[in-house]
């Protein structure tokens, strides 16, 4: 089946550092991935729509300035969190669809635990 | 506004069966989906339903009624395994940037 690999599974930063997550599709092309944050015993919460070629749709309440995100390719999209504080410790989850098979699940990454210290 | 409720927590024994509700009430509809997550892993995928009625797949299957707003998930012969939290998602256009939006989640422990 369609895989999203998503790197790093975790990562610990200091305060005030920036942390880049990468999603790539391994064997499909999406013009669209998209951008999901998980606190304990929450939903998954939309953070962001990822275009290729084109900006990132953000959801309300998101900064885009402090969530950057590149869609480079049809098969990478990143998640920088720059200038990273306490309280953006959760667990960042990417998925994509298959553009040729849009009426199809989204499939996930296997997410990235953020932690700030 | 976008609302998907579903029960924070269940519990059942092993080898029993057990229905998870979901009521969803979306600006538009193409497509149910319902996703198994272990605590700090990614979702897996578990079923999808866009027309009305039951979708099997061996222990598990899934039922829509989109005239209700309203689907289940049923989880039979109960597995220590199958205690997980249970996502039940809508995807409310058909265009490909459309994103799921998820409910909060039903937490479920079985227990021998």
């Known amino acids: 089946g369609a895989v999203v690999s998503q790197h790093p599974s975790w990562v610990i930063c200091k305060s005030g550092t920036s942390v880049k997550i990468e999603c790539r599709s391994l064997?499909?092309?999406?013009?669209?991935m998209f951008w999901y944050r998980q606190f304990p015993k929450q939903s998954l919460m939309l953070m962001a729509t990822?275009?290729?070629?084109?900006?990132?749709?953000?959801e309300q309440g998101v900064e885009k300035d402090k969530f950057l995100i590149n869609h480079a390719s049809l098969t990478l999209s990143t998640l920088t969190v720059t200038s990273a504080h306490p309280e953006d410790s959760s667990f960042y989850i990417c998925?994509?669809?298959?553009?040729?098979?849009?009426?199809?699940?989204?499939?996930f990454g296997q997410g990235t635990r953020l932690t700030v210290v | 506004g976008q609302n998907i409720d579903q029960p924070t927590e269940m519990t059942a024994t092993e080898g029993a069966i057990v229905q998870i509700n979901c009521t969803y009430q979306?600006?538009?509809?193409?497509?149910l989906f319902w996703y198994q997550q272990h605590a700090g892993e990614a979702p897996t995928f578990l079923s999808y339903?866009?027309?009305?009625g039951l979708e099997e797949k061996g222990r598990f299957s899934s039922f829509l009624s989109r005239s209700k707003g309203y689907s289940y998930l049923l989880l039979k012969e109960l597995q220590m395994k199958d205690s997980a939290s249970y996502l039940c998602?809508?995807?409310?256009?058909?265009?490909?940037?459309?994103?799921?939006?998820f409910g909060k989640g039903t937490t479920l422990s079985v227990s021998s």
């Open positions: 979306t600006s538009g509809f193409n497509g």
């Open positions: 339903n866009v027309l009305d």
């Open positions: 998925s994509a669809r298959d553009q040729d098979r849009l009426n199809t699940e989204a499939f």
């Open positions: 998602a809508v995807r409310d256009r058909w265009q490909a940037g459309t994103a799921l939006i």
């Open positions: 990822s275009n290729e070629g084109s900006k990132a749709t953000y």
């Open positions: 064997d499909f092309q999406a013009t669209t």
